[in-house]
Every structure is written in structure tokens, then in C-alpha cells.
């Protein structure tokens, strides 16, 4: 699980790994698919906190 801090216009204020899944191919995989976007759509107006903190969990299907 990603915990992502997102700012009221739409930056990626931070990040962190909060749960591994012990594989860093997977882990770096999961990095790149938020950190790529750079920026976010801005937060509505009808938003008055200070941020959003969002919390991404990844499904992997590792059975092949």
C-alpha cells in the first residue's frame, strides 16, 4: 500500500510505502504508476482541507 499526499491544486506533496509486497520489481512498478502522473486534476473547491491523503493498494495476480 501507497499512502500519497495530494495538495489543493493537484501536487503530489509526498509519498511513501507503507506495506511492502517484498518484491521491488512490483514495488518500484507501483512507485512509477503515481510518481509518472507528476501533477493531479486540482481539488474541487467544495474541498477546505489542507490535503488529501490518499491510500493505493495494488492487486497482483502472481499466479502465471
Not at 8 to 21: N, Q, R, V
Not at 50 to 64: H, K
Request: hydrophobic letters at 35%; aromatic letters at 10%; zero cysteines.
Amino acid at each position: 500500500m501507497w499512502i500519497l499526499t495530494v495538495q489543493p491544486d493537484g501536487t503530489i506533496g509526498g509519498w511513501k510505502l507503507d506495506s511492502s509486497t517484498h518484491d521491488d520489481a512490483i514495488n518500484r512498478s507501483a512507485w512509477g504508476s503515481v510518481v509518472t502522473q507528476g501533477k493531479l486534476q486540482p481539488l474541487p473547491p467544495e474541498f477546505h482541507g489542507p490535503n488529501l491523503v490518499l491510500r493505493i493498494y495494488y492487486m497482483v495476480n502472481t499466479d502465471r
